[in-house]
């Protein structure tokens, strides 16, 4: 996380512990991960399956995020969202291991 001082002032996409999503700007951060977003939004959960994550957001503004809650740190930019190469596949492997 040392590296991330590239991220300062840019667009990041932060993912914590418990499923919420918050976009803003990096303003800062620490050693503990606390990081601080300026003009933040929060993505709402759709309310039939709370798992998921829609594309309406709502405005927070400024906020801290402790570090403990922070599961992944993203620069808005340049990342796309790929499958999990992890799912889907289980069931193959158990047919051959049937064999």
């Keep these: 996380f040392l590296s991330s001082f590239q991220f300062v002032d840019s667009q990041v996409r932060v993912k914590c512990l418990g499923g919420r999503e918050l976009r803003g700007a990096l303003r800062g951060y ?24 829609t594309n309406q957001t709502r405005k927070l503004g400024l906020v801290v995020i402790r570090g403990t809650q922070v599961s992944l740190v993203s620069p808005e930019e340049g990342t796309e969202e790929i499958a999990n190469p992890f799912l889907g596949g289980g069931e193959e492997e158990e047919e051959e291991e049937g064999s």
Excluded: A, Q, T
């Design 30 to 53: 620490d050693e503990l991960v606390n990081l601080v977003l300026d003009d933040c939004e929060e993505f709402i959960r759709d309310k039939d399956d709370p798992e998921k994550i």
